[in-house]
């Protein structure tokens, strides 16, 4: 029964946990369902990789305090509640570091308690990640200054070190060893997204993620898990997945190429994954890929309505309030589907985006198009696991909580679709520029495309085209409309909350909506700021403003992205998107805190199980919900020490 569901798991600090349910699941195919194991198998094997890449230690980390808990029958209650309440966060967000304001979070216990934790835990039966000839001592004395000393490798991303300060020497992921922003630029690299940077004998050496490269041992799984699964792909998914082993093999970029252009091709399968190393938002410079696993299949009914759009995506284009060289003559093969997603692991799980659209690579897109997906059943379990009081507390008057009650789960799952669907996928670059814009703006390249795709979406929401298309009703178009714009002023407002120390705003999702809201304050009368018994609330006032003020910033936007004017970029950011008044805040997290919302969610994924017959054939798949992370997070760990590619199985 639905209404019995549980949603909401708990709330660990500032996170909600919530369990994710993929109903769809059980109505495939068993050939869908064996195929779907196997990806999932694929998701899992690649799990560690992501730890490895967020900071050096993580791994170690993780182990330590995983034994903790598993072993942990001999440590006081409060050392053990305190080291749960911390490896929560870590599985969370995948290591040390919160993955929305990348500054590290630690475990409040002195160095003596941690030691002590370890020992009675080894005692127990754990075993910990000691290296060859070194003592439990030795191992808690090299991983303390991580776990417990704020000041230690603080942040994972560094964008803006501030004047004279290095990028990649303050940022404290593990993508760059020791190297620093200046060698780069005089480096050429060979393997710019699937490559750790190293300093080796005073020069730079690239460790290739791939086959006998880095991530040999996972990559090896991967495969093993890949090639299982390829006698029941269809054959355009077939292509893709025999194209992306031969990337793994190699490591090379014609491979990654090529493997790209077959995952696009394949436009039509049920099923479909991602991966491999694809976002590049945890590098400063926006070059490596963080790696990530996704299995997915589509939602049918939910897909009819996106098509829609995307089979009309030229009418937008030809539309699209920006100069005529930048409307791209005839957009390809924009596809958009809706999802459910079996499984999320590495940069795309247990914190999960609700839309996406890649390849990322620009030449690919322009040539081959692109694919777009809403994830259905992550924006449903979002809704339904968000308090109410999230909607009232940050609106000016009833009415507007009503809208927003109303309308906002609709409008959100509406403008999501459009941002991926007639946003990213929209917009060509200048003929006169020859390099790729992510080479030309550098780290502003992803906060600046997030920014254009948002207003795509809020520049066409209003539009009748979408009447016209079935899309919307005529008479609520109004109340729709309002609700989003009203929801998206608000958010840039509550989304403060996630931003609880320092005055600047890292995360590039983040950074488009505080410059989207900040530039419409300083240019329209579509926003007003009001304060009521102390609190401050963003009002939208004027929808015909907001629309005129976001196609207006659209054009410049547009332009900076097709031009790859990095210093305009860079000023449109340090001045409206990057910074933010520290009071402000604080009032937020304080009525936050007041009423105990979430800053962030991390989902407890479905989990599978094949099911076999004596000669070991699987005969069916079963799907449930574990409801519980610390469970799904010690199994996951588990498979990751047990997995061989050919076992098939999650150990009991
Ligand atoms: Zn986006």
């Known amino acids: 029964m639905t209404s019995e569901r549980r949603y909401l798991l708990e709330r660990v600090d500032d996170a909600a946990v919530v369990q994710l349910y993929a109903d769809g699941f059980a109505d495939l195919a068993l050939r869908e369902k064996v195929l779907i194991w196997h990806l999932y198998l694929a998701a899992l094997a690649g799990r560690d990789i992501y730890y490895d890449q967020r900071h050096a230690q993580s791994l170690e980390m993780r182990a330590v305090v995983e034994a903790v808990l598993t072993r942990g029958r001999d440590i006081s209650p409060s050392v053990l509640q305190e080291v749960r309440r911390y490896t929560k966060l870590f599985w969370i967000n995948s290591g040390p570091y919160n993955n929305v304001t990348a500054r590290k979070f630690v475990l409040r216990l002195t160095q003596r308690e941690l030691l002590e934790a370890a020992l009675a835990a080894a005692t127990a039966g754990a075993v910990l990640p000691t290296r060859p000839g070194e003592s439990i001592e030795l191992l808690i004395d090299r991983l303390a200054p991580m776990f417990l000393d704020p000041a230690v490798d603080p942040t994972v991303t560094n964008k803006t070190p501030g004047p004279g300060r290095d990028m990649l020497a303050t940022s404290f992921n593990n993508l760059y060893s020791g190297v620093s922003l200046s060698q780069v630029e005089n480096f050429s690299e060979r393997y710019g997204l699937n490559s750790r940077l190293a300093q080796s004998d005073g020069r730079l050496v690239e460790e290739v993620y791939r086959v006998n490269g880095r991530y040999d041992r996972e990559i090896r799984r991967i ?71 996704i299995v997915s299949y589509v939602h049918e009914a939910k897909t009819r309505a996106i098509h829609t759009l995307a089979a009309h995506a030229q009418w937008f284009e030809d539309r699209m309030p920006w100069d005529p060289r930048f409307r791209k003559p005839d957009v390809a093969g924009v596809t958009a589907r809706a999802i459910e997603v079996v499984i999320e692991t590495g940069d795309s799980g247990p914190m999960t985006a609700v839309g996406i659209n890649l390849p990322n690579d620009q030449a690919i897109r322009e040539r081959y198009g692109s694919k777009s997906v809403t994830l259905t059943n992550v924006s449903d379990a979002y809704e339904r696991s968000t308090p109410e009081a999230m909607r009232v507390e940050f609106s000016w008057s009833a009415e507007e909580a009503q809208r927003a009650i109303k309308w906002g789960g609709f409008a959100q799952e509406l403008t999501t679709a459009m941002h991926e669907v007639i946003g990213h996928g929209s917009g060509r670059m200048s003929p006169a520029v020859t390099e790729p814009p992510h080479k030309l703006l550098g780290e502003q390249y992803s906060a600046i495309e997030e920014a254009r795709a948002d207003l795509v979406a809020l520049y066409f929401l209003p539009d009748s085209k979408l009447v016209d298309l079935g899309i919307i009703s005529a008479e609520a178009h109004d109340d729709i409309v309002a609700a989003e714009y009203e929801h998206y002023v608000r958010n840039a407002l509550v989304q403060l909350r996630r931003v609880r120390e320092g005055t600047q705003i890292e995360e590039d999702h983040m950074r488009n909506r505080h410059l989207i809201v900040n530039w419409l304050r300083s240019h329209t009368s579509a926003v007003d700021v009001r304060k009521r018994n102390g609190n401050t609330y963003f009002v939208m006032v004027d929808a015909i403003a907001f629309r005129d003020g976001v196609g207006c910033l659209l054009g410049e936007v547009q332009r900076i992205k097709g031009e790859g004017d990095a210093a305009a970029a860079r000023d449109l950011f340090e001045t409206y998107g990057v910074h933010f008044d520290p009071s402000l805040r604080d009032e937020i997290v304080a009525r936050v805190d007041r009423l105990q919302l979430p800053s962030y969610t991390g989902f407890v994924m479905p989990r599978l199980e094949a099911r076999r017959n004596e000669s070991g054939a699987i005969v069916d798949v079963e799907i449930s919900y574990p409801c519980d992370l610390e469970t799904q997070m010690l199994e996951y760990a588990a498979f990751a020490r047990q997995d061989r590619h050919d076992s098939g199985h999650m150990p009991a």
């Open 223 to 293: 495969i093993g898990h890949l090639r299982d699964a390829l006698p029941f792909a269809t054959s355009s998914m077939g292509d893709a997945l025999t194209a992306l082993i031969r990337f793994y093999e190699s490591g090379e970029e014609a491979d990654r190429v090529a493997y790209d252009v077959a995952w696009v091709r394949d436009q039509d399968s049920p099923v479909d994954t991602i991966n491999g190393f694809v976002e590049v938002y945890m590098d400063p410079r926006g070059v490596k890929g963080a790696w990530e696993g």
